[in-house]
């Protein structure tokens, strides 16, 4: 469980053509993956299924090669699976989210420890 | 003018007790400190004067010191200016931002480089 008192660094990538990859899109993705299902995934963020099936749509048209690969039909009207591509991309995702927090610690700890203290209400 | 093919991060830092640094107060303090007054600043951002005040508020009681220092009365009905502190935040930011995105840049190019071609609309 992430630690309540410390920093959380949240990175977005605007790429050209206006194109984004956030901690938004990225965990929907983590959540396709482990549900199978966009809707399920969607859910588990308390975003409409539109919602959630657009961000997956601006994925796949702004990448050459798709995110999720949906299959129509079967007992549950279809499910979803993250590509090799996807994956990846989760992967780079975490791991430069990883590092750009590695590199900015001590920016963050002096932002941190310049912090009024909770307990004062001002 | 920043190049519009360049992938560029945005960081928000998620601090303790909810509170938030992110690119648009940090933006926000840079304009108030070029302006001299909160409402320009925010104007500049297309930003209302309230919402304005709102975050300069929400960071001059976060922090253990203000970031802005309003002086009422004057000619134009008073005007703000960063403290020493407020300018520290700002560079400090900024340094982050570049910092991070120089330990990421191997992963942003990669992600950069599996975009679809922009003239491809699908």
Redesign the interface.
Known sequence: MPD??????????????G?R??PGKIRLLELIDETGSISAGGRAMAMSYRRAWLLVESLN?????PVVDTQSGGRHGGGARLTS?GRD?VR??R??ER??A???GT??D???D?????ERE?
């Open positions: 309540p008192m410390a920093a959380r660094l949240s990175i977005r990538i605007d790429l050209p053509g194109r990859v956030g048209t702004g990448f050459r090669q591509f991309l780079r995702y791991t430069l590092d750009a590695r590199a900015v920016q963050v002096a932002i941190t310049a912090l009024a203290p909770q001002r």
